[in-house]
């Protein structure tokens, strides 16, 4: 199977990939993207850096050949209920998650939720609302009027502004998945669960395991 491609990657982009020395599924998002390698963050309370201790998790890197050739693919995360595509309550689950997990996009997350939840409550279905057919530019001209004389015009434009790129991270990563991509219940290392936009059959057979180097502090305090 072919991997998640170099022209594709970008910070920010929920990732599936492969332990190099074990072979353990991880599930991750790119934090950076070097000359030489990709740099993803991998949520985890059993470990946790310094500062913020906050954050649980630890670094892996992987060549880009490797995470081309499979060791990599697109996972968003998505909500875990009925439905054919991306709906307002996805977009919340991921803003949720994504604050939860500490992913890279872990200090924008609060504000995107909120923006999220606000914009949504005021459309027509609510959080239902199928977002591949939202106008985003309708959808923010309601919020305005419906809190204008309520809310300042900074706070409407802040909020605005936290929508529209709340919409185009996770849009972007749900169009990312490949066509065979199938909603799949994983189970982190750490024992939690997920349910993911993952691909068919993502085993040790089809996927090449990555040559990388992980950082890792072991964490001693609990989760939490």
């Not at 170099?6 to 492969?18: I, K, P, S, T």
């Not at 439905?83 to 924008?108: E, I, K, V, Y």
């Not at 919409?167 to 219940?185: D, G, R, V, W």
Request: glycine share 10%; aromatic share 6%; proline share 7%.
């Amino acid at each position: 199977m072919t991997g998640l491609r170099r022209d594709r990657m970008r910070v920010g982009l929920e990732v599936g990939l492969r332990e190099g020395s074990n072979g353990e599924r991880l599930h991750g998002a790119i934090s950076a993207l070097d000359c030489g390698r990709v740099q993803v963050w991998v949520p985890d309370l059993r470990y946790a850096v310094a500062p913020p201790r906050a954050l649980r998790g630890y670094q892996t890197a992987l060549t880009y050949p490797a995470a081309e050739a499979g060791a990599m693919w697109p996972e968003p995360v998505v909500a875990d209920h009925p439905g054919p595509g991306p709906t307002g309550h996805d977009l919340l689950a991921h803003w949720a998650w994504a604050h939860r997990a500490g992913t890279s996009d872990q200090p924008h997350a609060p504000r995107y939720h909120a923006a999220a939840r606000q914009v949504l409550e005021v459309q027509p279905g609510g959080a239902g609302i199928d977002l591949s057919a939202l106008d985003v530019a309708d959808a923010l001209r309601r919020f305005t009027a419906a809190h204008t004389g309520t809310r300042s015009a900074n706070t409407l434009a802040a909020l605005s502004s936290h929508f529209r790129r709340a919409m185009e991270i996770y849009l972007n990563q749900h169009a990312t998945a490949t066509p065979c991509s199938t909603k799949t219940l994983i189970t982190l290392g750490d024992g939690r669960t997920l349910t993911v936009l993952a691909p068919h059959q993502p085993t040790n057979t089809c996927w090449p395991l990555a040559t990388h180097h992980t950082s890792r502090s072991a964490w001693s305090g609990g989760g939490g």
